[in-house]
């Protein structure tokens, strides 16, 4: 994902704000380090996987309580205010859309993130980076069936990408319970992308799966925290 506008607007928050939100994120670890985002790179993805770690926020805001959803609304519509105003002139940007779906999906506002990422396929629907990211928010607002076959029609336009499979799997297997299907999902993830840098943590999911595979597919099982 590109954050080519983010800068400049978290240049108008306050120093809390932007504490505040930093810990936002550090707190959903990109929805929670199970997820991947649609557009990094498998470098990159590595860092959001899940078990990385994440950067330790010094002791001086050790005791800064957690935002309330209501904060976290506020906030995130503070940093997307200067890209709505952009959008208000040019309205089928796709990339200020995406940028503004970013914003609200890193507040954990998922249905806000979900109507930009929308927006922004109307105008490129073959973008996967942003399918895979809605694909990811529906599931947090507890569609397993949506999310799914919103990363499958990501994988129909570009088949073998990995952070969609990686995505996909998590779902299958946390929101389905088909350890048949997640492993399937993930070692086509490998098969397809022999570097992928991530391998070891596909590995380790994999392996995590299949100790539940007694558990009976279909079984609903709640998004991840």
């Not at 950067?55 to 506020?74: I, L, R, S, W």
Request: glycine fraction near 8%; include cysteine.
């Amino acid at each position: 994902m590109t954050d080519t506008n983010r800068a400049t607007s978290t240049d108008q928050w306050t120093s809390v704000q932007a504490y505040v939100l930093a810990v936002i994120c550090l707190l959903v670890g990109i929805a929670g380090g199970w997820f991947i985002r649609g557009s990094q790179s498998p470098a990159t993805a590595v860092a959001d996987s899940p078990g990385a770690s994440a950067p330790v926020m010094g002791n001086a805001n050790a005791g800064a309580q957690p935002p309330t959803p209501a904060q976290m609304q506020k906030m995130a519509d503070t940093q997307a205010g200067p890209l709505i105003e952009k959008l208000k002139a040019d309205p089928n940007n796709a990339g200020l859309l995406e940028n503004i779906g970013n914003v609200y999906y890193d507040a954990q506002q998922f249905p806000t993130a979900i109507d930009y990422y929308q927006r922004a396929l109307k105008v490129e629907p073959g973008n996967t980076g942003v399918r895979t990211d809605m694909a990811t928010a529906i599931w947090y607002t507890g569609n397993a069936d949506a999310a799914i076959a919103e990363f499958q029609k990501s994988l129909s336009y570009e088949p073998n990408k990995a952070n969609t499979l990686f995505n996909l799997g998590v779902v299958e297997w946390q929101g389905k319970m088909d350890i048949n299907k997640a492993v399937a999902t993930w070692q086509k993830l490998l098969d397809t992308n022999p570097n992928y840098e991530g391998k070891d943590k596909v590995l380790e999911l994999m392996a995590q799966a299949k100790k539940h595979s007694d558990v009976k597919p279909g079984t609903k099982a709640k998004p991840l925290p």
